[in-house]
């Protein structure tokens, strides 16, 4: 069965870092773009930053530019999102999701796209 896992949450003071990974199972991270997504209370479903094996590339959304980095181990099949420079405008459920690149770019930017795997989410709390 396919599926993605995130872990990495939890409390941080503003200014600090966290490192979230998604580890997917089921499927290998070459064939699919890995997608970071965040969903705050009150807030709409937001477009983080994405990354494809398969072409190179890579995107983030201008909230988190020059913030967060993502990266990926194939070998693990994991992909991170590293974080740094929180704030507390950070603090939500981060989600990863996996499909085509073609539907992860169109998740950047439409909230609640559909996308194949989603994980059940890992809790970020900025503290200020």
């Known amino acids: 069965e396919a599926q993605v896992v995130e872990s990495g949450g939890g409390l941080v003071q503003a200014g600090g870092s966290l490192r979230l990974s998604c580890v997917t199972s089921?499927?290998?991270?070459?064939?699919?773009?890995i997608g970071w997504f965040r969903q705050a209370p009150g807030k709409q479903h937001e477009g983080l930053s994405y990354?494809?094996?398969?072409?190179?590339?890579?995107y983030y959304a201008d909230s988190v530019k020059g913030r967060f980095t993502i990266s990926s181990d194939t070998a693990k099949n994991t992909v991170y999102l590293q974080m740094n420079s929180l704030k507390p405008e950070d603090t939500a459920v981060y989600y990863c999701?996996?499909?085509?690149?073609?539907?992860?770019?169109?998740?950047?930017?439409?909230?609640?796209?559909?996308?194949?795997?989603w994980g059940n989410g890992t809790l970020v709390t900025v503290s200020s």
């Open positions: 089921g499927f290998s991270i070459d064939d699919y773009a």
């Open positions: 999701a996996a499909d085509t690149v073609e539907k992860t770019v169109r998740a950047m930017k439409i909230p609640y796209y559909g996308m194949d795997y």
């Open positions: 990354i494809s094996t398969t072409d190179g590339s890579t």
